[in-house]
Structures are given as C-alpha cells and as structure tokens.
C-alpha cells in the first residue's frame, strides 16, 4: 500500500479534479447531439429527472465508497468493493471497473488528439481560407489518415501518440500533476466557454449564404427550452436521457471512487459530490448548449441542424462559422473552442488512468512511473485499432459497450451493494459523516428503492430496444404479431449511436457550401 499517503492539495484542488473528471468531450459533443437529436424539448425533462434520481444518488455513493475504501488502504474498485463485502464477486466486479477505464480511454484519447491537432491547426490558421466542404473533407482526410503534419505522414496517428504521452507524463507525477492540470484546464475551459457562448449569444439573425433561410441563433435554444411533456411516455428518451447522464457525470466506471479514495476519512463527501456535479451541468446544459447549437442554427437554421447534429460537427463545421468572424477572431475562437475541447478531455482521460494506478500501487507495489507507462501503453495497443479502422465502426462497438453498457451494469450491481448489501443505515452514515449539507433524507428512499428499479428500468429497456428505437411501432407489433420485434444486430446499437453513423455518412459526403 504504498500510495496510502498520497493526498489532494486541497480542497479547490480536490473540487476542480473531480469536476474535471466529470467535465469532458460528452458535454461538448456528446450533449448537444443527443438533445437535438431526441426532439430538443423533449430531451431536457427525462435527462433533468435522470440527474437528480440516478446522478446525484450515484455520485454521493461512489464518492462514499471511495472514502470508505481509502480509510482501509484501498485505491481501486476491486478492493474498494471488496471492503463492503467479502464475497469475491465484487472483487471482481471492481476489476471489471478497470477495464471499462482502459477500454473507453482508448477512443476517448483519440478524439482528444483531434482537439489537440484542431488548436494547432487553428493557431496556424490552416481552416482560415477554406471553404466549408474544404473543411469538412479535411475532418475527412484526418480520419483517413491521409493528412501530414510539418511533413509526418497520418497526422491522426502522430497526435494520437502525442496525447497518450502527454496522458502518461501527467499520471506519472501522481494526484498532484491531475490537480495541477485541473487548476489551470476547467479556469480556462469556463473562460473560452463563455466567450464562445457569448458570441453565440449575439450572432443574432443572419444566413451565412443565399442558400440558407434567413437564420436565427435562437431557434436553436427555443427547440432545446420548450418543454415537451410528451416525451414522458417515450422509452427511447428515457433511455437516451439515462445514458447521457451517466457518461456525463463519469458514473458507473470507477474513477470517482478511486478519486474519492484520496479524500480524507472525515472530509466532507455530500458537498464536495453534489458542487462537482452541478459544475458539470452549468458546463453540460450551459455552455453545452450555448455553442454548437446556436452559432450553427444563426448561419445554418434550425432545420439545418435537425438534419444534420453529429459530433462531427464540431470539427466539420464550427471552424467554417468561425470564419464568417473574420480572420483574428476566427483563429482565436478556433483556439479557444478546441483548446476548450482539449482540457475537457485531458482532465477526463486522465481521471481513466487512476484506477489501473491505483490498483497497481497498493496491490503490487509498482511505483507511479510504472503504473503511468504500463497504462498508456495499454492506450495505444487498444486505441490503435480504434485509429487504423475508425471508418469500419471500431469506434461505436468500443463505445457502446465500454462506455454505455458497461457504466449500467456497474451501477446497478454497487448501488445494491451500497444500499442493500453493506446496508443503507452504514451507507446514509458514509454519505453524512463530515457533510457540509444537509443531504435531504428523502434520498434515503431514493437511494434505496428509486435508483435501483430505474436502473434496473434501463437495463432492461436497453436490451429489448426495438429497431431504430421506435416504441411506437414495437408496440403495435407487439399487439398484432404477439412478439417484440427483436433485431439481434441493430438492438443496442441504435439507441446510442445513430448520431456517431450520421458524423461516418458525413464525413463522407461533406455539405456542399461554398
Ligand atoms: N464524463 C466524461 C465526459 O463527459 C467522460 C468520462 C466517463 C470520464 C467516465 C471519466 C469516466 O466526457
Ligand atoms: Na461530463
């Protein structure tokens, strides 16, 4: 157990680590797809019920049991879990936290390493005279790796390797390089955040060519805030929703427990827990939502955007608007939107490390150089596939499994440990010991009954998904044929992942805009 001295700074510095964990690529580019893509307002009721009865109870639990365990020596969820319960089940359900960590690191550093190149490219002002199907074909090429950088050939894989390094020499210097990283990344993010919200503010009404309709920046906010209470009645949504919440918040994989594990036995847990979150949603629902969505929809038009949200439209098309600024400001909001997008994902990725760290020092005695170095190379070796082939959906099959599935499964199986195996009477102790909040007792029930049957709700609604996710039509089916249209193949896929195949079509066939 030889990192058991190992602690945070402080507490800015506790907070801003683990709001970095939370903050990241999924605010960015993940929400605002999934919010448009699920209908705008119908999108923002089931997600605000997913955070507060799964994401608020999920973080005070995993950051409980990080405490719990580090008091007893532990920094990683094999043993964490297992200091809740002897039966060997949950060691290995903790070690199976390990291995979603490496496995989502392994894409999630690669679209890192486009940011990384993007702020470059930005800075050096490469998008400053191109067209917007020259921009677009250029996101093409990168992914193809038929693009050079300074005269290295496949640029993609080059920054691929940069960012895993720079991952790997950050985690060698251990909780104080993350915090580091921390203290000068989420300041900055939420600065170049609101500038770019700012501008996106006030571009007003205007089109960006003869081709589009007179365009609003609002529209697009307007379909993102108008309640629609329908959605209630819509398991696609819920499910959606649900999903969001847990890759937003970092939930269900490990990295906040092993975070939490450096926090001291009897420093505050329910504050800490619920001030991180909250930083993630003034960042996700905020600045999330303030960017991509209404710069796109006040040159492009709501209708636009409707067809065309994919993730990849934050390196497709953000840089083209930008240039409609002139030319300064298109290189400083380029720097500024990618630099954003780097930090969030750094802090991220780096939070990915600590479990395998973690659990290589305490059980195995390996010092942070080790640890660091054996887990960026487990980075590459996964993530290189995900980089060679990103075309043939490598991508999605990593992501749906490792970063959805898996973070459910997580979940449910500690919040039955947390509130029905080690006992909710000891877990509501863990949570309220050293509070600085009174931590509403309703969650007591919540966390007992509530969270488990939703997340139970999701499992179960996840593996029955009909084909392109309609309901709808299951049902009806499902009352003529008295069987559920099951498709094998397209199942599970479909709920996630529709938006990342639309970013695949795109790509390939850029808007013509000149
Ligand atoms: N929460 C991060 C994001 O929004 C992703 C993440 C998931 C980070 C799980 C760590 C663990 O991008
Ligand atoms: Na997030």
């Given at each position: 157990m030889s990192s058991t001295k190992e602690a945070w700074g402080s507490r800015l510095g506790l907070i801003l680590a683990m709001a970095g964990n939370s903050v990241g690529l999924g605010n960015f580019l993940r929400f605002p797809v999934q919010a448009i893509n699920n209908g705008g307002g119908t999108f923002i009721i089931p997600y605000l019920v997913c955070f507060v009865l799964m994401g608020i109870p999920l973080l005070w639990i995993e950051w409980s049991m990080g405490r719990f365990g580090g008091r007893h020596g532990h920094h990683s969820t094999p043993f964490i879990l297992n200091s809740m319960s002897s039966k060997p089940i949950w060691k290995y359900i903790g070690v199976f936290g390990i291995f979603t960590n490496i496995a989502v690191a392994a894409y999630y550093c690669y679209i890192e390493s486009w940011t990384l190149s993007y702020a470059i490219h930005s800075i050096k002002g490469t998008f400053s005279s191109l067209s917007q199907s020259s921009i677009a074909l250029f996101f093409d090429d990168y992914i193809n790796l038929s693009t050079s950088f300074l005269g290295i050939p496949s640029e993609a894989v080059f920054f691929f390797i940069i960012c895993v390094v720079i991952n790997t020499y950050i985690l060698s210097k251990g909780l104080a390089g993350i915090e580091k990283v921390a203290k000068i990344g989420m300041p900055l993010l939420i600065l170049f955040g609101i500038f770019l919200a700012f501008k996106g503010l006030t571009i007003g009404t205007t089109a960006v060519s003869e081709q589009f309709p007179l365009a609003n920046a609002w529209d697009g906010l307007n379909y993102l805030w108008t309640p629609q209470y329908d959605s209630l009645l819509r398991p696609g949504i819920w499910l959606a929703a649900a999903g969001q919440i847990f890759f937003t918040l970092s939930v269900g994989m490990g990295t906040i427990h092993c975070y939490a594990?450096?926090?001291?036995?009897?420093?505050?847990?329910a504050l800490n827990a619920t001030t991180a979150g909250f930083t993630n949603e003034f960042v996700e629902i905020v600045l999330g939502s303030l960017i991509v969505i209404p710069i796109a929809a006040g040159y492009f038009g709501l209708d636009w955007i409707k067809e065309?949200?994919?993730?990849?439209m934050a390196f497709q098309t953000m840089p083209f608007l930008f240039n409609q600024w002139g030319a300064v400001l298109a290189s400083v909001a380029g720097v500024f939107w990618f630099g954003l997008l780097f930090f969030a994902g750094i802090t991220s990725s780096l939070a990915m490390g600590t479990p395998w760290m973690g659990f290589m020092s305490d059980e195995f005695g390996w010092n942070k150089i080790k640890g660091a170095i054996s887990f960026g190379l487990m980075v590459l070796a996964l993530g290189l596939p995900c980089v060679l082939f990103y075309k043939y959906g490598y991508f999605e099959q990593y992501d749906y499994w490792a970063g959805t599935v898996s973070l459910v499964i997580f979940a449910l199986a500690e919040t039955i440990l947390f509130a029905w195996i080690f006992g909710l009477t000891k877990g509501w102790k863990e949570i309220t010991t050293g509070a600085d909040m009174t931590v509403p007792t309703i969650f007591k029930f919540i966390i007992k009954y509530i969270t488990p049957v939703l997340l139970i709700g999701v499992f179960l609604g996840a593996l029955i998904t009909p084909v392109n996710n309609n309901w709808i039509d299951a049902f009806s089916y499902l009352t003529t044929n008295g069987s559920w249209p099951f498709d094998g193949q397209s199942l599970i896929l479909q709920i996630t992942n529709t938006e990342k195949y639309h970013a695949l079509s795109l790509a390939t066939d850029p808007q013509a805009i000149e």
């Open positions: 594990a450096y926090v001291k036995s009897k420093d505050d847990i065309h949200m994919s993730f990849g």
